[in-house]
């Protein structure tokens, strides 16, 4: 909670600010169960597709034949696994990426987040999550600075990790963003992660939070 709603409950400024404090505290790390549940849904993908392919290699070494095409097949198999592997790392890391601008831009008070993200520069794909949070954060008060026209007024600086958006944030028609749930919904239930990224993109381009 922020300090005016501790005040409006009657506490005074002083302990409103404490309380506030430590709110934010308390909310640092914190992961809404959706982004969860998405990214425990694309390791379990990604999981499942190495250990088929592992599975088929295994056969092959069992099987007889000809021993040059076996070979070739096994190692076609270890490339495609390796291929595999890679996509899937590159798809995580977009998600949680994502993920995280879409929070960072929604807590600074981004009228619109795609708008906001093509003003942010390149971030170092080697960089872990911490890395590239403390990045963006940088690159958004850069931004907001330079920008804030872009920024509904009164907004603070990002300084919590990991709060939840407020619902009804924006004013968008409801069938507008159902109709965004929908796919999104969909592109989960196939486990299409790029489908699932374009999707929040599109809606956050609109000022609609897919979580």
């Not at 506030?20 to 640092?28: G, V």
């Not at 999981?47 to 070979?71: W, Y």
Request: aromatic share 4%.
């Amino acid at each position: 909670m922020k300090k005016e709603e501790f005040e409006t409950l009657g506490i005074s400024a002083e302990l409103a600010e404490k309380a506030a404090t430590a709110s934010a505290k308390e909310l640092e790390g914190y992961v809404s169960k959706d982004q969860f549940n998405e990214i425990k849904a694309a390791k379990e993908q990604a999981e499942k597709t190495v250990r088929d392919r592992d599975g088929q290699l295994e056969a092959l070494k069992k099987s007889t034949g000809d021993t040059e095409s076996l070979n070739k097949r096994i190692s076609d198999l270890q490339e495609e696994n390796r291929l595999e592997a890679e996509k899937h790392q590159k798809e995580m890391q977009m998600l949680k990426r994502e993920s995280i601008d879409t929070q960072l831009l929604t807590e600074a008070g981004a009228k619109s987040i795609k708008a906001v993200i093509a003003l942010m520069g390149d971030v170092d794909e080697k960089m872990d999550e911490t890395a590239y949070k403390n990045e963006r954060m940088k690159q958004l008060e850069t931004v907001k600075k330079e920008n804030d026209y872009l920024f509904t007024a009164g907004q603070n600086n990002v300084t919590v990790k990991g709060a939840k958006p407020m619902e009804g944030s924006d004013s968008l028609p409801d069938a507008q963003r159902s109709g965004y749930e929908a796919r999104y919904e969909a592109a989960k239930k196939s486990n299409n992660l790029i489908e699932q990224i374009k999707i929040k993109e599109e809606a956050a381009g609109e000022g609609i939070i897919l979580i």
